[in-house]
């Protein structure tokens, strides 16, 4: 059974940092992963979709990268902003069964 | 891409009673996907609707609690019967598309159960 982590839960950072957060699922068998923003009470906004056989994305100022062999994907957020204040999901999309499986997401604060 | 609407975009209910919620998508689509999530909780699959057959359930989740309808390429509805406090989630329709694969989501329906 595919099991999503992230780390760290919650992140509160000072405007214009930049940032990796952390994604590891447990199953390598996968089409591809990507993440997602869900501000408050909303829906999800895909951010980026990386291909098992990509080693990285990059779309503005987010850059994600993706080990598939370790289990293991990154999201790079650069000059970080207070509007990217949102919950951050990864998830992988599993061969076979067709479907996504979430982490639990990280909570991310960027404060003015 | 798919641009997916959702109606209602949020309700509260009396237990007891049942929601039918409907998910429109800009084109046609293979399968759609109903997702749970519940006050502070990640999403979780409740099931898949393929057009022209049944639901295909989760673990934990059965089709009298959550009967489900596809009578095209771009609609679905998802019903939560008999509802209890418990079933105070958000709802979110998804669909994936594309040779890519990119999953994407409604806005979701937020539903309060008293």
């Known amino acids: 059974k595919q099991e999503v982590t992230q780390i760290p839960a919650a992140l509160s950072v000072p405007e214009g940092e930049n940032l990796v957060l952390n994604c590891s699922f447990t199953d390598s068998a996968i089409y591809n992963l990507q993440w997602f923003r869900q501000d408050p009470g909303k829906g999800l906004t895909s951010l980026l979709l990386i291909q098992s056989s990509q080693r990285e994305q990059t779309s503005g100022r987010l850059n994600a990268s993706l080990d598939k062999s370790s289990g293991r994907s990154t999201l790079y957020i650069a000059a970080s902003q207070p509007g990217d204040s949102a919950t951050y999901l990864c998830?992988?999309?599993?061969?076979?069964?067709?479907?996504?499986?979430f982490g639990q997401g990280t909570r991310l604060t960027i404060n003015p | 891409s798919a641009v997916i609407s959702q109606k209602p975009s949020r309700d509260i209910c009396q237990r007891g009673t049942s929601l039918t919620i409907q998910c429109q998508v800009d084109?046609?689509?293979?399968?759609m996907f109903w997702y749970r999530q519940q006050p502070g909780q990640s999403l979780t699959l409740i099931a898949t609707?393929?057009?022209?057959?049944?639901?295909?359930?989760e673990s934990g989740f059965v089709i009298d609690k959550f009967p489900i309808s596809r009578p095209n390429l771009t609609f679905s509805t998802l019903t939560v019967s008999n509802m209890s406090p418990e079933d105070s989630s958000i709802y979110l329709c998804s669909t994936r598309t594309g040779l890519e694969n990119i999953q994407y989501f409604g806005a979701g329906t937020r539903l309060s159960v008293l």
């Open positions: 084109s046609q689509v293979t399968m």
């Open positions: 609707a393929n057009q022209g057959s049944e639901a295909t359930y």
């Open positions: 998830a992988p999309l599993i061969q076979g069964a067709q479907k996504l499986v």
